[in-house]
């Protein structure tokens, strides 16, 4: 597995991200994930629909409580053709909790925690934590990755408006 130290950084100190970074073209990996529900569920569950997929490293953290409300809100507003994933290594029981007081009804909370396939497949494996790096992708319906951001900075937000734009895009 590919290891890239200093690829991400939290408050300044270097991390290493394992699995090779995907780019604009590249075939979206398919991964299984935990539902809140603790069922079985693939990436691929979804062929056919755009899928923003919102990696946070928790929801209890104040900017990726924010990321997930804001990606939610826009892109709710594009149509039944779009899929809003957010996934993090949380225990299905923490996304379950979250999901009840967010408010928030439209958006998948998936989980990474017992075998971090996802977070290997899309290079958002933090080595050091055991957790998923902040990234952002967009795949279109034929599962075509149309923007990848691997946000450099765990503590600062992603670039909402780029990510927003190519999901405008995609749904067109």
């Known amino acids: 597995m590919e290891e890239r130290f200093g690829a ?8 290493t991200l394992l ?3 995907l780019k604009v073209g590249d075939a979206a ?3 299984g994930l935990t539902a809140n529900d603790w069922s079985l569920v693939k990436l691929s569950d979804y062929a056919g629909k ?5 990696v ?3 929801l209890d953290t104040g900017i990726c409580d924010a990321q997930t409300h804001k ?3 826009e892109a709710t507003k594009l149509g039944k053709d779009v899929v809003v994933l957010t996934i993090s290594a949380d225990l299905p029981f923490a996304q379950k909790r979250w999901c009840g007081t967010s408010g928030l009804e439209n ?5 990474d925690h017992q075998a971090m396939a996802f977070s290997d497949a899309y290079g958002v ?4 934590r055991r957790t998923t790096s902040r990234a952002v992708f967009i795949v279109d319906k034929g599962g075509v990755v149309r923007y990848a951001e691997y946000v450099p900075e765990i503590a600062s937000h992603p670039n909402y408006e780029a990510a927003l734009a190519a999901l405008r895009q995609a749904v067109a």
Do not use: M, Q
Not at 50 to 54: F, G, K, S
Not at 107 to 111: C, G
């Open 19 to 21: 699995g090779k970074p």
């Open 107 to 111: 958006v998948i909370t998936l989980s």
């Open 50 to 54: 755009v899928r923003l997929i919102n």
């Open 29 to 31: 990996p398919d991964a």
């Open 71 to 73: 990606f939610n809100e």
């Open 125 to 128: 494996h933090l080595k050091e």
């Open 8 to 15: 991400v950084t939290i408050k300044g100190a270097p991390y």
């Open 56 to 58: 946070v490293s928790s």
